[in-house]
């Protein structure tokens, strides 16, 4: 029997519902949750993304600020600009789309920012505080996928999660959230010996490399859950994910789909974290 899908689009959809819900009850108070983006160069894709960001913004109610800086621009001039947005009490969460030009140093551009701001959750106090299980702003993607999961009432607790991937924006912050709700798990990546034995025993599989179809029916157990994270183009040049979906649909038991999978989810948890920082900043007036 082939897998369920997860819907991405469908629960983003839920969840913006409840956001525009709640971002109305704070206007009625007084506070527009403002979210700032930063992009610096001229990355087609980085463009895209930050223009798709600042769409659900506005179809929230929220106040969305877009600064563009040229590629030559200075790693001054940011931290300058980021100093003045932590400052700004119209600006509930900044956002520095990655990734930046060569010249500029990323770790010094995310440390720059203010840990209550910190909506995409990179900054090393917000990872630390996620890391001992406080509360704590947490990267976009890995909680979309806790969302995702929490939906199709996933019980992760005693489960095998193999995570297969190891960057700081998903892998790494998807395992230890698993970890914080007492499941075991294996981090896979490039220099894992033999990638089946692990995969194979994942009660849930997440795919975050940004290979295409590097994960196949082969690579995974019966009746397993997939999140696949890879976003790729193939030879037609179609976005598909990291996993071979219609091989692996019929072997899993439930399968995020590539386009409108974790996608949808991952802006929609940047807005939910937009919102919390706001709902704090207002705690403080």
């Known amino acids: 029997m082939a897998a369920q899908i997860i819907d991405g689009k469908e629960i983003a959809k839920i969840k913006q519902d409840h956001i525009r819900e709640e971002v109305q009850r704070l206007k009625a108070g007084g506070i527009i949750p403002g979210l700032a983006v930063v992009l610096a160069g001229d990355n087609p894709a980085s463009k895209t993304y930050v223009s ?14 877009l600064i563009e800086f040229p590629d030559g621009v200075s790693q001054e001039e940011l931290i300058n600009k980021i100093s003045e947005l932590n400052e700004d009490p119209d600006i509930h969460g900044i956002l520095v789309q990655l990734p930046l030009p060569s010249h500029i140093n990323e770790k010094v551009i995310i440390e720059t ?3 209550e701001k910190d909506v995409d ?3 090393p ?28 009432g996933t019980d992760i607790s005693g489960k095998h999660v193999v995570v297969v991937g190891r960057s700081n924006i998903v892998g790494k912050p998807s395992g230890q959230l698993f970890l914080n709700k007492n499941a075991t798990v294996t981090y896979c990546h490039s220099k894992t010996a033999d990638l089946k034995e692990h995969t ?86």
């Open 52 to 65: 798709n960001k600042q769409k659900t913004c506005n179809n929230l109610g929220m106040y969305s600020l």
């Open 125 to 152: 106090l917000n990872i630390g505080r996620m890391m001992t299980g406080q509360d704590a702003f947490i990267p976009c993607t890995p909680f979309g996928i806790m969302e995702m999961l929490d939906y199709i």
């Open 200 to 285: 194979t025993r994942a009660d849930i599989l997440v795919a975050a490399v940004g290979k295409a179809g590097l994960i196949t029916e082969g690579h995974v157990k019966e009746g397993a859950i997939v999140i696949d994270v890879g976003m790729n183009r193939n030879q037609e040049g179609k976005l598909c994910g990291d996993v071979d979906f219609d091989a692996v649909k019929e072997k899993a038991g439930y399968i995020t789909p590539v386009p409108g999978g974790v996608g949808p989810m991952t802006i929609t948890m940047l807005m939910q974290n937009t919102l919390k920082a706001a709902k704090s900043a207002s705690k403080k007036r």
């Open 121 to 123: 959750g990179f900054h």
């Open 113 to 115: 920012i203010s840990p």
